[in-house]
Nanobody
């Protein structure tokens, strides 16, 4: 079992930055690929970014490529999402998730409770 707790969300103006953190506890964090997803009001949850267990491979949705950066610190059991040049359409609840069996865009095993990000125009 892996427990995930997100933090770092908030209200920011368009063009600003936020860094989300996801602290993991439980089974060996470094054995899991990690991902960030988001869900805006009235929309389905969507993939944002993913990182392999080593941090050597990263993947991004086209909508955030070049603006968001996913990273991890296995010594701290934490994964991060640095979000720059934020847009109002980035407003959503952001979730981190853990995946066994390698990095991927879906089929995640564990999920956090989410943190709200609101970008004002």
């Amino acid at each position: 079992q892996v427990q995930l707790v997100e933090s770092g969300g908030g209200l920011v103006q368009a063009g600003g930055s936020l860094r989300l953190s996801c602290a993991a506890s439980g089974r060996t964090f470094s054995s899991y690929a990690m991902g960030w997803f988001r869900q805006a009001p009235g929309k389905e949850r969507e993939f944002v970014a993913a990182i392999s267990w080593s941090g050597g491979s990263t993947y991004y949705a086209d909508s955030v490529k070049g603006r968001f950066t996913i990273s991890r610190d296995n010594a701290k059991n934490t994964v991060y999402l640095q979000m720059n040049s934020l847009k109002p359409e980035d407003t959503a609840v952001y979730y981190c998730a853990a995946r066994s069996g390698g990095v991927g865009l879906d089929e995640y095993d564990y999920w956090g409770q989410g943190t709200q990000v609101t970008v004002s125009s």
